[in-house]
């Protein structure tokens, strides 16, 4: 049996034990430009060009549904992992001069998924508001039902979701929402027809349209699926709870998953970066199994709920409530 750990995050939601994680997470929050980030979503964006070229060169149809089934479809998922950051303004500052920049960079990171990338910034953020909430949640139409219709939603998903955006858009009355949906799909289709056309249709199959469906129905088993799915009828508590496995196993597990293995860890810190989340999670996980660590102090209960705790919780490092509420 392979050894995994329980990191329970919903110690961390409220009292002394929010104060202790958020001076934790303190460390890890997003202040600055995030060149990092920056840079790797450039060369995973060149690595999908190089990889639709280099696989154009391929004869045989079965070698190159295999390159575009696992390489590119994990660098697809990977821009959207950085589409997703930039939509919660990790990689500039939150500042009105950056605007510009992080529209921008999400739309170049969220094209080759075929998300259209402000209709998502906006669900996205209203689903983090209203986690599992069935009349308000964006993206809890995915996991009502039965299991069986749940994976074949999963399975259907790129169809769904842009469904769904499209009523989300109508139930907002939002026409930028809109317009930038209309402008998306008018230039996806334009690059698709021309690569089709210039490139080959079976390339175009292969490296881009297949992998960009299998990336939306790994994202939203993995984010929205696995990680909401305790309370699929009715908005009941979320469950905060993340399996750590064994240091190597859980290394490729966030290497396969582009760090959405700690979704829930995002849900409780999203100004945290993705590429800090196994050493977060790590500090949590021992401060959940050492609570003399929270302020260096012995406590019989140092997890409780106290009126004391909850006026300096108001002030504490993350700010999230105060960002959310403001949106």
């Not at 939601?13 to 929010?18: A, D, F, R």
Request: with cysteine.
């Amino acid at each position: 049996m392979i050894p995994i750990k329980i990191l329970d995050l919903g110690l961390f939601e409220s009292g002394e034990g929010k104060l202790a994680a958020n001076r934790l997470a303190g460390k890890y929050m997003s202040r600055e430009i995030d060149w990092r980030t920056i840079v790797s979503g450039t060369v995973a964006f060149a690595g999908l060009v190089a990889v639709y070229a280099l696989g154009s060169q391929l004869d045989a149809l079965w070698q190159k549904a295999l390159l575009g089934m696992t390489v590119q479809t994990w660098l697809v998922l990977f821009c959207f992992n950085i589409s997703h950051e930039v939509g919660h303004d990790l990689i500039f500052r939150r500042r009105p001069q950056y605007d510009r920049l992080n529209k921008v960079f999400g739309y170049f990171m969220a094209t080759p998924t075929l998300l259209p990338y402000h209709a998502f910034r906006e669900t996205h953020l209203d689903h983090h508001r209203n986690v599992n909430d069935p009349e308000r949640d964006p993206n809890h139409w995915i996991v009502r039902g039965s299991l069986p219709f749940v994976i074949f939603k999963i399975m259907t998903v790129l169809v769904g979701d842009h469904i769904a955006l499209a009523r989300y858009s109508f139930r907002r009355r939002d026409l930028k929402i809109a317009r930038h949906y209309i402008a998306f799909w008018i230039g996806s289709v334009a690059l698709a027809v021309a690569l089709g056309m210039t490139a080959g249709w079976w390339n175009l199959l292969f490296f881009w349209l297949i992998p960009a469906w299998m990336n939306y129905s790994l994202v939203f088993t993995g984010v929205a699926v696995i990680p909401h799915r305790q309370s699929p009828d009715a908005p009941e508590k979320q469950i905060m709870k993340i399996a750590l496995l064994p240091q190597g196993l859980q290394q490729i597990s966030t290497v396969l998953h582009a760090s959405h293995n700690y979704h829930l860890l995002h849900h409780l810190y999203p100004r945290v970066a993705s590429y800090h989340y196994p050493a977060l999670a790590k500090e949590l996980y021992a401060l959940q199994e050492d609570p003399s660590l929270l302020d260096g102090r012995q406590a019989e209960n140092p997890f409780a709920d106290r009126a004391a705790a909850a006026g300096r919780i108001a002030g504490a490092a993350t700010g999230e409530d105060r960002i959310y509420a403001a949106q």
